[in-house]
């Protein structure tokens, strides 16, 4: 089972879930050449892609869906609010709608020997969720644009043995930056975005002795840095009894480009 971040950030958002001989991409949100050349990197193509699950409809999460459709025909899973709201921004031009498979929060997909589950989240889009996919014994959780954690959040992802994790801001930086206050605000709020300090929290909450991989993820340009995320949730987890008895390894996935490539065996 293998974790891929091929791009994750403000700027655009694609992630690989499968093996060798198969997958899925969690969301499309960068160009078409971006996802071909992340694939390759590492030896896949967009034929070995059995689907797309979209989050939702904001543009760093879809921008790249249409030509990646238009180009190879893959299967589309989504909310209803998100596949609506997918066609409402009217960028599916000659792509067919057969292709979209309406999903339920909660639901359970089977593709091949990969089983998909889907789990609300807090985020201003129309009705949005994350995803945890489970292959070959292994599960990997991949969960960010949350301005909140809840209960079923931390449910879904407990007993992974991967996740990516939204770090998106530092609260500081965040509040004395040039952002509009309204734009703070949303953010900050609960339909937002989880800043660094509140995915140590999460962290914590879904620690358990199989968690090898912890990736943080969908870092703000403006509002973050890699080694600022990185050492605030160290700092915090350091001080979790649990996690000085573990060996998880700790990284930050890329805005622009592919991250080393998680393998989990």
């Known amino acids: 089972m293998k974790l891929y971040s091929i791009a994750s950030g403000s700027s655009g958002n694609c992630i690989f879930a499968g093996d060798e001989e198969t997958g899925i991409l969690i969301d499309v949100g960068i160009s078409m050449k971006k996802v071909r050349e992340g694939l390759e990197a590492e030896n896949l193509s967009l034929e070995h892609i ?42 599916m031009n000659n792509i067919s709608p057969d292709l979209f498979h309406i999903i339920r929060p909660q639901e359970e997909i089977g593709l091949g020997d990969m089983l998909i589950h889907s789990f609300s989240i807090s985020h201003d889009a129309a009705e949005p969720v994350c995803y945890t996919v489970e292959a070959q014994k292994k599960k990997v959780g991949v969960a960010t644009d949350m301005g909140c954690y809840s209960d079923e959040v931390i449910r879904s992802l407990e007993d992974c043995d991967a996740v990516l994790l939204e770090a998106n801001h530092d609260i500081n930086l965040l509040q004395v930056g040039s952002y509009p206050y309204s734009l703070k605000m949303r953010i900050l709020g609960e339909r937002g975005h989880l800043s660094n300090d509140a995915s140590a929290r999460l962290i914590k909450e879904i620690l358990h002795p199989d968690l090898k991989h912890i990736l943080l993820g969908h870092l703000s340009k403006e509002n973050n840095f890699p080694e600022l995320a990185y050492q605030t949730v160290c700092y915090e987890l350091e001080q979790s009894e649990i996690w ?22």
């Open 244 to 265: 000085n008895q573990m060996e998880t390894e700790l990284s930050v996935a890329n805005r622009f480009e592919p991250t080393k490539l998680v393998n989990i065996e």
């Open 50 to 91: 059995k689907a797309i699950f979209v989050t939702h409809e904001h543009t760093d999460h879809i921008s790249g869906l249409g030509p990646v459709l238009r180009k190879v025909p893959i299967p589309v899973y989504a909310t209803a609010g998100t596949v609506h709201a997918i066609w409402e921004k009217g960028n």
